[in-house]
Nanobody, 118 residues
Framework: VQLQASGGGLVQAGGSLRLSCAAS????????MGWYRQGPGNKRDLVAD???????NYADSVKGRFTISRDNAKNMIYLQMNTLKPEDTAIYYC?????????????WGQGTQVTVSS
């Protein structure tokens, strides 16, 4: 499975960005997909994830501002980020949990930088 993230950039506080992640190769084995982020000096934390049935889960810090969505036919997920804050500045990583022979494995995209200026 390969994951390709895109859509990051520089935006002013209060602005919006939309991230996209395209999955390829072995996509029928993908279960939950999600977005994680890692700010300077911080560990990588979950932002939001979504099941194949489109059940969603969000970090408290982004609830009401970010929306994760999924298109199973296109093997893509999206993260609509509104009302961005400087503390949202981080590298955002796409994640997929892949079931291989009764075990689950994490796959990661290359990361896309989101910078929110005050």
């Amino acid at each position: 499975v390969q994951l390709q993230a895109s859509g990051g950039g520089l935006v002013q506080a209060g602005g919006s960005l939309r991230l996209s992640c395209a999955a390829s190769g072995g996509t029928s084995s993908i279960g939950i997909m999600g977005w994680y982020r890692q700010g300077p000096g911080n560990k990588r934390d979950l932002v939001a994830d979504i099941t194949r049935d489109e059940d969603t889960n969000y970090a408290d810090s982004v609830k009401g501002r970010f929306t994760i969505s999924r298109d199973n036919a296109k093997n893509m997920i999206y993260l609509q980020m509104n009302t961005l804050k400087p503390e949202d500045t981080a590298i955002y990583y796409c994640n997929a949990v892949v079931r291989i022979r009764h075990s689950d494995y994490d796959y990661w995209g290359q990361g896309t930088q989101v910078t929110v200026s005050s």
